[in-house]
Every structure is written in structure tokens, then in C-alpha cells.
């Protein structure tokens, strides 16, 4: 079927709003992954979860940082009160198992204001 | 995880085989070597992914030395298209917290006419 889908693909806010960035997973991929990756840089992890629990949330940056996935499909990364530092691109993956491959989309390119 | 080492750009003309190097000296028993490329604005794609022998697809092939230490990607006949960031990543398989990637920051591979 479709690979992963990320929406919006491009999202400018102002500091101190909050935002939020969704990631569709490939159908029947029980494991799911938010990474963030700033400019010349390699993607940085920031949680992943298998099914509807948060396994590893150990690279989120702050609380500001959360991440849910209710039903084990789709997920939602939120950001509070947005700063300049949190400008980035934010990558999902899916695999369908634990550590199997990761299936990456096509990122949502956050600029903060 | 174990710490990957990569030359930080490579050239390669269209045609010709592109060999990419990795070294991963501490790299564990229970340990894969992954690699992964990015094409310019686009997510990360999983290219192929070894334990100690050596693997072939439809993409590449990775050649592991018998002392796992480091390892090599070959594109057999490098086009135009695989001009992207190459990253070599360890990780075990299967095993929840350690499911993430560790991106470092890969090797830019430009192909050229």
C-alpha cells in the first residue's frame, strides 16, 4: 500500500504557539518512530512507540515535547509554546515489527518564527 | 549503541562502483550494521542491513569484515539518482528500547557525469 505520510509538509508558526504534526504509518506496522533533523545534520530520535504505548520517549527535548498514538495507527506529534530552536524537520517511520526496518515519510519541515 | 566512523563525502562517476566505507570497532555481538540514504529533501530510505555475512539486493551490497569491525556498501553501477547522504548505523535487532537509529552525520556520496 501507501508508504508513510506526514501532514502538513511544511508548517510556519510564531514562537510561543502550539503546534501539531501528524504521521500516518504504513497499514498494519505496529512500531512507529518520530525523529527531528536539523540543518546538516543526521535525524536525531525523539520517541517511538509500539502499538499505542510510548516504548522509548527518551529523546524527547523537554516537556514542552509529546507525542500520542491512541488507536496504534496514526500518531501525533505535539509542541507547546513553541521556540526558534525547535525549527527543524521532523521525520516519522514505521517498521512493521520491533527493530525491524524503518520506512521513513517525507518529513514536516517546521519553521517557528 | 556503537559509534560508526564515515568519510564525510565521497565522489563516483555514473557507471562506475561506489564503495562506501564504515568502521564500527566496538560494535557488540548482538549488533546489525544498517545503512540508510537521503536524498536531497526527501525522508531516509533503508537500503540493506547485515549481521556478519555478507548481503546483496536489488540496491546494494554490504560486505562485513570477519571481525565485524567495519564494513562496506557497493553500489554496483552508480547513477545520477544515488547522489544522497549515506549513513552506516549499528543497532541490535528486536529489542525494544534499542530500536532506534543513531544517525550520525554519513558520508555525501555525488555522483557525476
Known amino acids: 500500500g501507501a508508504g508513510v505520510s506526514q501532514t502538513p509538509s511544511n508548517k510556519v508558526t510564531e514562537k510561543g504557539k502550539y503546534v501539531e504534526l501528524r504521521c500516518d504509518p504504513i497499514?498494519?506496522?505496529?512500531?512507529l518512530y518520530w525523529y527531528r533533523q536539523s540543518l546538516g545534520q543526521g535525524p536525531e530520535f525523539l520517541i517511538y512507540?509500539?502499538?499505542?504505548?510510548?516504548?522509548?520517549d527518551s529523546g524527547l527535548p523537554n516537556d514542552r515535547f509529546f507525542a500520542v498514538r491512541p488507536e496504534g495507527s496514526v500518531s501525533t506529534l505535539k509542541i507547546q509554546r513553541t521556540e526558534r530552536g525547535d525549527s527543524a524537520m521532523y521525520l516519522c517511520?514505521?517498521?512493521?515489527?520491533?527493530?525491524?526496518?524503518?520506512?521513513f515519510g517525507p518529513g514536516t519541515r517546521l519553521t517557528v518564527l | 549503541d556503537a559509534k560508526t566512523t564515515q568519510p564525510t563525502s565521497m565522489d563516483c562517476a555514473e557507471g562506475r562502483a561506489a564503495n562506501l566505507p564504515c568502521n564500527h570497532s566496538?560494535?557488540?555481538?548482538?549488533?546489525?550494521v544498517y545503512w540508510y540514504r537521503q536524498i536531497h529533501s526527501q525522508g531516509p530510505q533503508y537500503i540493506i542491513h547485515?549481521?556478519?555475512n555478507n548481503e546483496t539486493n536489488e540496491m546494494a551490497s554490504l560486505i562485513i569484515t570477519e571481525d565485524r569491525k567495519s564494513s562496506t556498501l557497493i553500489l554496483p553501477h552508480a547513477t545520477l539518482r544515488d547522489t544522497a547522504v549515506y549513513y552506516c548505523?549499528?543497532?541490535?535487532?528486536?529489542?525494544?528500547?534499542?530500536?532506534?537509529?543513531?544517525f550520525g552525520t554519513g558520508t555525501r556520496l555525488q555522483v557525476t557525469l
Open positions: 517511520a514505521s517498521s512493521q515489527d520491533r527493530g525491524g526496518e524503518q520506512f
Open positions: 497499514s498494519g506496522h505496529t512500531a
Open positions: 512507540f509500539q502499538g499505542t504505548g510510548a516504548a522509548d
Open positions: 566496538t560494535i557488540s555481538g548482538n549488533e546489525y
Open positions: 547485515g549481521l556478519k
Open positions: 548505523i549499528v543497532s541490535p535487532r528486536n529489542t525494544g528500547t534499542a530500536s532506534k537509529l543513531t
